[in-house]
Each structure stands twice: as structure tokens, then as C-alpha cells.
């Protein structure tokens, strides 16, 4: 019903920035919150941000607040996750979510990218 698509993604050193993006596409009318969650290695997929699509309020777990923004562009259907200073503990892979609890990460989405990994070197 909704398809996601993630980029951005790839290899990147301790400190630097780079931005995800999220294309959703389908019956994009049927979702208000999209967000983005984090699967580092060997641990589970933990949300790391989302934003509400019609006012644009965003949710930050604290761990990424100072760092991340995200944001979104209602025209294009896209959402984007800029990381700034990054950190070794930020590599995973990084999955786009939409609908339920994507915005605030309570309860689980009801679509999902198949992501795009992030590496931090150092």
C-alpha cells in the first residue's frame, strides 16, 4: 500500500555528516508519521526519529537529539534524517518507517523500507 525507499547511505568518518532521504510512494494519503530507526550490529532496531507530516513536529530520541534533524518535504513525499558529528555508535542500518508510531517510535510502524546502511570509520 505504501512503498518506502531509502538512500543516502555509505561509509563516512568519525565527525562528519551526511543525510538519509525517504521517498514513500502508494497511498501516501493514508499515513500522517514517518520516521527512521536504527539497527546496529547485532542489537535490535531501535527509532531514532520522526516527524508528523502535517505539522511537521519532531521526535528525537535523547541520545541523537543534539545531532540529528529530520524533516520533511510534503510536496515530494520525502523525508529526510541529516546526522551531524557522527559517532562510531550511529553505524547500522538505517530503516524509513511510516504510519503507526513511526512519528514518536511507540508501537510499531505499519511500513518499512529495506533500509540503507551506515558505516562510521574512524
Known amino acids: 500500500q505504501v512503498q518506502l525507499v531509502e538512500s543516502g547511505g555509505g561509509l563516512v568518518q568519525v565527525g562528519g555528516s551526511l543525510r538519509l532521504s525517504c521517498a514513500a510512494s502508494?497511498?501516501?494519503?493514508?499515513?500522517?508519521?514517518m520516521g527512521w530507526f536504527q539497527q546496529a550490529p547485532g542489537k535490535d532496531r531501535e527509532f531514532v526519529s520522526g516527524?508528523?507530516?502535517?505539522?511537521?513536529?519532531?521526535f528525537y530520541t535523547d541520545s541523537v537529539k543534539a545531532r540529528f534533524t529530520i524533516s520533511r518535504d510534503n510536496t515530494k513525499n520525502v523525508v529526510y534524517l541529516e546526522i551531524n558529528r557522527i559517532k562510531p555508535e550511529d553505524t547500522g542500518i538505517y530503516y524509513c518507517?511510516?504510519?503507526?508510531?513511526?512519528?514518536?517510535?511507540?508501537?510499531?510502524?505499519?511500513?518499512w523500507g529495506q533500509g540503507t546502511p551506515v558505516t562510521v570509520s574512524s
Open positions: 502508494g497511498r501516501t494519503t493514508s499515513i500522517d508519521g
Open positions: 518507517a511510516a504510519g503507526r508510531g513511526s512519528a514518536t517510535g511507540r508501537g510499531a510502524p505499519d511500513f
Open positions: 516527524i508528523v507530516l502535517s505539522s511537521g513536529m519532531a
